[in-house]
């Protein structure tokens, strides 16, 4: 029993080191720019979980108001591990809380560039879905 736990312990600390040495930790804004979001690890995966609201309209009519919209502190990005094998290295799969339509979606992430950062949400069939870019921002 002591030995499977030593051998969990192990796995979980080896996937949490694969997640940072991913690159994709740090604070990344948005890509329509109203939020910032901190990807760190949590547990033996990855998270991101909003920093900032930077504008508190919609991304898809900035007339409307996010007032009564989750903030500062939800979760945004969720159970994200990194994925084994060589076509999928440095991508990410997991799931992305939409705080305007309070809807979880499937998504993949990864870096395009040092500073963009893919997301792709979709449901069902990966085809489907939307790609945005997330861009650094200093700490």
Not at 79 to 100: D, H, K, V, W
Request: proline share 6%; glycine share 10%; hydrophobic share 40%.
């Amino acid at each position: 029993m002591i030995r499977r736990a030593l051998v969990l312990g192990l796995f979980l600390l080896g996937t949490a080191a694969d997640a940072r040495a991913s690159g994709i930790e740090g604070i990344w804004r948005s890509a329509a720019g109203t939020i910032d979001v901190r990807i760190a690890p949590c547990g033996p995966a990855l998270c991101g979980r909003i920093e900032r609201v930077v504008s508190d309209r919609s991304m898809t009519d900035p007339s409307v108001s996010l007032a009564g919209a989750p903030g500062v502190g939800i979760v945004v990005l969720s159970n994200f591990p990194p994925s084994a094998g060589a076509p999928n290295a440095g991508t990410f799969e997991g799931y992305l809380y939409n705080r305007e339509n309070r809807k979880m979606y499937a998504c993949v992430m990864s870096l395009e560039a040092p500073d963009r950062l893919r997301i792709h949400a979709y449901v069902g069939v990966q085809l489907l879905g939307q790609t945005q870019t997330w861009t650094r921002i200093s700490e």
